[in-house]
T-cell receptor, first 111, second 113 residues
Framework: RKEVEQDPGPFNVPEGATVAFNCTYSNSASQSFFWYRQDCRKEPKLLMSVYSSGNEDGRFTAQLNRASQYISLLIRDSKLSDSATYLCVVNPYSSASKIIFGSGTRLSIRP | DVKVTQSSRYLVKRTGEKVFLECVQDMDHENMFWYRQDPGLGLRLIYFSYDVKMKEKGDIPEGYSVSREKKERFSLILESASTNQTSMYLC????????????FGEGSRLTVL
């Protein structure tokens, strides 16, 4: 089993739709969780951290479910500019170098 | 604003050449990383440094070496470039404290002919 698993997609949704991605992780001791966004041929950029209580940033909502070991990202009222690959990133507490990346979920928003 | 700068965005080299990729961060971060990213393989860690002159091998260190003489600078060296090292190389840094978010440079796209 992979340490971090994401549905690779692609998700192809119309502008204005709501879309959600999940990401599962295998290490129950993992401490920090993030969503990164990566545009084609560009570097990953931090979209948002994921906090235990869930957190929202504008149209984006991130949630953590420790019992089931997954994190989620919800995008409301999707825009054309949301088209990108979304990477789930998990940071196990014990090692500074051991940062685990999901393989990414591709999202394409159509007009 | 946080800044990780990679010296070259695009490079074309010949097989056997020595290649230097440089990365500088201005956030006083202790930890710096070199990754490569290939289609279908995701991000793979090449080397990691947690302090000046300190380094650890990542998942795919073969064919690479690194240098960290100053806290803000982390260099990746390909002693003798090969075609299978054609890739996107990403430098990143992060603080030891806090939540540990990674900040990436813009990437260096290397083509080895």
């Amino acid at each position: 089993r992979k340490e971090v698993e994401q549905d690779p997609g692609p998700f192809n949704v119309p502008e204005g739709a709501t879309v959600a991605f999940n990401c599962t992780y295998s290490n129950s001791a993992s401490q920090s969780f993030f969503w990164y966004r990566q545009d084609c041929r560009k570097e990953p950029k931090l979209l948002m951290s994921v906090y235990s209580s869930g957190n929202e940033d504008g149209r984006f909502t991130a949630q953590l479910n420790r019992a089931s070991q997954y994190i989620s990202l919800l995008i409301r009222d999707s825009k054309l500019s949301d088209s990108a690959t979304y990477l789930c990133v998990v940071n196990p507490y014990s090692s500074a170098s051991k940062i685990i990346f999901g393989s990414g979920t591709r999202l394409s928003i159509r007009p | 604003d946080v800044k990780v700068t990679q010296s070259s965005r695009y490079l074309v080299k010949r097989t056997g050449e020595k290649v230097f990729l440089e990365c500088v961060q201005d956030m006083d971060h202790e930890n710096m990383f070199w990754y490569r990213q290939d289609p279908g393989l995701g991000l793979r860690l090449i080397y990691f440094s947690y302090d000046v002159k300190m380094k650890e091998k990542g998942d795919i260190p073969e064919g690479y070496s690194v240098s960290r003489e100053k806290k803000e600078r982390f260099s990746l060296i390909l002693e003798s470039a090969s075609t299978n090292q054609t890739s996107m190389y990403l430098c990143a840094s992060r603080s030891t404290g806090g939540r540990g978010e990674l900040f990436f440079g813009e990437g260096s796209r290397l083509t080895v002919l």
